[in-house]
Each structure stands twice: as structure tokens, then as C-alpha cells.
């Protein structure tokens, strides 16, 4: 069993920035790729990124790209997804999931997944 926790939500005018945190806890040794994901009012969940536990590769979104990064810290089993030159597109609950596959961007390779933190971006 996996729990993660998603934190650093909040709301922010466009162009700004914020961090989000995802602090994993329980059988994180099971755990390969740790991903971001979105799901907007009305829309589908939709994969942000990704990164591997231990070889910190990373995959991103198109939309993203450039802007987004993440990044981990093995020591406090927390993943992190900063959020530069936010747009108001990007208005969405963020969740964090973690899969045994690696780098995969497809949801339902992902079984554990946080409650989710909510992100407003604000024209």
C-alpha cells in the first residue's frame, strides 16, 4: 500500500509560479515512476509528468514543456512539480499517482493516487 498526499495548491495570477509537493509514504519501494496529472471542471484526468524514482527521467506534456519541471527527493520520498509562467488553462485539480511501469504516461498504468490539490490560475 502506497498513500500520497498532495500539497502547495492555491490560486495565482497568470504568469506566476507555484510548487506543488506529493509526500509518498507506505510500500514506496514498489513504486518506479512517480507522475503528475490534471483534471479540469468538465474535462478528463490528463497526464503532466513524469519521473522516475531512480534514474530521474523525466516526461512532460506538450503543454507544459518549458514551464513545468519535476523533480524528486529520494531521501524524503516527495516529488515536486513546479509550475513556472502559469496560464489560466492550466486550472485544474493536480493529482500525483505513482506506477510500476516506467515513465508511462497512460492513467490506468497508475494505481496509487493522491486526493488532490487545487490549482487557480487567475487572468
Known amino acids: 500500500q502506497v498513500q500520497l498526499e498532495e500539497s502547495g495548491g492555491g490560486l495565482v495570477q497568470a504568469g506566476g509560479s507555484l510548487r506543488l509537493s506529493c509526500a509518498a509514504s507506505g510500500r514506496t519501494f514498489s513504486s518506479y515512476t512517480m507522475g503528475w496529472f490534471r483534471q479540469a471542471p468538465g474535462k478528463e484526468r490528463e497526464f503532466v509528468a513524469a519521473i522516475t524514482w531512480r534514474g530521474g527521467s523525466t516526461s512532460y506534456a506538450d503543454s507544459v514543456k518549458g514551464r513545468f519541471t519535476i523533480s524528486r527527493d529520494n531521501a524524503k520520498n516527495t516529488v515536486y512539480l513546479q509550475m513556472n509562467n502559469l496560464k489560466p488553462e492550466d486550472t485544474a485539480v493536480y493529482y500525483c499517482?505513482?506506477?510500476?511501469?516506467?515513465?508511462?504516461?497512460?492513467?490506468?498504468?497508475?494505481?496509487?493516487w493522491g486526493q488532490g490539490t487545487q490549482v487557480t490560475v487567475s487572468s
Open positions: 499517482a505513482t506506477s510500476i511501469m516506467i515513465l508511462t504516461e497512460r492513467l490506468h498504468e497508475y494505481g496509487y
